[in-house]
């Protein structure tokens, strides 16, 4: 299905929303396709130019499950992706890499119902800025009932991909 959409990997930051996730199979092939394509032509720039463009295809990679276990083992397999490409890097990893992934992953697949409460699904937008940095903006998957309480979500502070898993 995804070598229908090839042109939709053609940039790391592409967002991918997969509303029934089951154990990964499509967020990893997603996952996978996107790690495929950094170079250092376009990506790099810095020492850790690598470890910010894996975490930039993990960013921009969501999905929801409505069963725990199937959203732990997604989280599982989309790591195991970004270890793996992390380890043919050649270069020892930040401690702050890791949290990094980490928390992304734990923010962008989530248990939840896409079909019938969609509106109690938030995700975590993470846009990448100048300097390796991330702003994080939560988004919900369906805003809610407005009411004259309600408040959407607020912008959270900027911050260097090693600091996202402090």
């Excluded at 409505?66 to 599982?76: K, Q």
């Excluded at 998957?141 to 959270?156: G, I, K, Q, R, S």
Aim: with cysteine; charged share 25%; proline share 5%.
């Amino acid at each position: 299905m995804l070598d229908l959409i090839p042109d939709a990997f053609a940039h790391i930051d592409t967002r991918f929303l997969e509303p029934a996730a089951g154990d990964g199979n499509f967020l990893v092939a997603i996952l996978e396709r996107k790690v495929a394509a950094i170079n250092e032509k376009t990506h790099g720039g810095s020492d850790n130019w690598y470890e910010f463009a894996l975490l930039r295809c993990l960013a921009s990679t969501y999905g929801v499950d409505i069963n725990e276990e199937n959203v732990e083992e997604a989280r599982e397999r989309m790591m195991m992706v970004i270890d793996a490409a992390h380890v043919l890097w050649r270069k020892p990893g930040t401690e702050g890499f890791v949290r990094a992934a980490e928390a992304i992953i734990t923010t962008n697949v989530v248990v939840g119902d896409s079909l019938n409460a969609a509106d109690q699904i938030l995700f975590v937008e993470y846009t990448p800025l100048e300097g390796e940095r991330f702003q994080r903006v939560p988004s919900e998957l369906e805003v809610p009932m407005v009411d004259l309480f309600y408040e959407p979500p607020t912008a959270l502070p900027t911050v260097h991909y090693s600091e996202l898993g402090s």
